[in-house]
T-cell receptor, first 115, second 116 residues
Framework: SQTIHQWPATLVQPVGSPLSLECTVE??????LYWYRQAAGRGLQLLFY??????ISSEVPQNLSASRPQDRQFILSSKKLLLSDSSFYLC??????????????FGPGTRLTVT | AQTVTQSQPEMSVQEAETVTLSCTYD???????LFWYKQPPSRQMILVIR??????QNATENRFSVNFQKAAKSFSLKISDSQLGDTAMYFC?????????????FGKGTRLSVIA
């Protein structure tokens, strides 16, 4: 069965420091991968998605970037964190169109606090 | 662009009762999927149910069922025999089927409280 991991679960970082959040998927190959952000009590905002290694699409221009160095690894980064980057970050995967099922499966999330 | 609207920010229901959460969407696509996700206090997003637009029959998963009205672009979730563990945020989501990526468009969510 497929499993998706995220780490760390919780992170407290000072303003101006770098960020690296990691997401890995097991039990599937060539998945679509996604990074979302969710403010407290709010809906999900799609940040980045990737259909393959090195292929990243950005939905919202901001202080963050994403990379996919391996088929099942997706990394969210920042060179200098802002206070406004404090949020809950979720990684998700889905199968390619034509392969099904098409729902997205989410990791446990990372709670980031920038101080 | 597709939009998903959940008009009920908060709802409550007595344990063992039935509750219906509303969702409407706007799209010009004909081939798409709809989903309901649950997010309990742990914040783990859990898939509750999905509906393929080409299917007329409403999806059902145990105590959860949907009322899919394609012409009206409505996709409501009914929870029967509500349980305390159903307390969570519920998100409606839309996904169009294309040859490429499949990003979800989420509504803003409905916070459901089940009261003992």
């Amino acid at each position: 069965s497929q499993t998706i991991h995220q780490w760390p679960a919780t992170l407290v970082q000072p303003v101006g420091s770098p960020l690296s959040l990691e997401c890995t998927v097991e039990g599937t190959s060539n998945p679509n991968l996604y990074w979302y952000r969710q403010a407290a009590g709010r809906g999900l905002q799609l940040l980045f998605y990737s259909v393959g290694i090195g292929q990243i699409s950005s939905e919202v221009p901001q202080n963050l970037s994403a990379s996919r160095p391996q088929d099942r690894q997706f990394i969210l980064s920042s060179k200098k964190l802002l206070l406004s980057d404090s949020s809950f970050y979720l990684c998700a995967w889905s199968a390619k169109t034509g392969q099904g099922p098409y729902e997205q499966y989410f990791g446990p999330g990372t709670r980031l606090t920038v101080t | 662009a597709q939009t998903v609207t959940q008009s009920q920010p908060e709802m409550s229901v007595q344990e063992a009762e039935t509750v219906t959460l509303s969702c409407t969407y706007d799209t010009s696509e004909s081939n798409y999927y709809l989903f309901w996700y649950k997010q309990p206090p742990s914040r783990q997003m859990i898939l509750v149910i999905r509906q393929e637009a080409y299917k007329q029959q409403n999806a059902t998963e145990n105590r959860f069922s949907v009322n899919f009205q394609k012409a009206a672009k409505s996709f409501s979730l009914k929870i029967s025999d509500s349980q305390l563990g159903d307390t969570a945020m519920y998100f409606c989501a839309f996904m169009k089927l294309t040859s490429g990526n499949t990003p979800l468009v989420f509504g803003k969510g409905t916070r459901l409280s089940v009261i003992a």
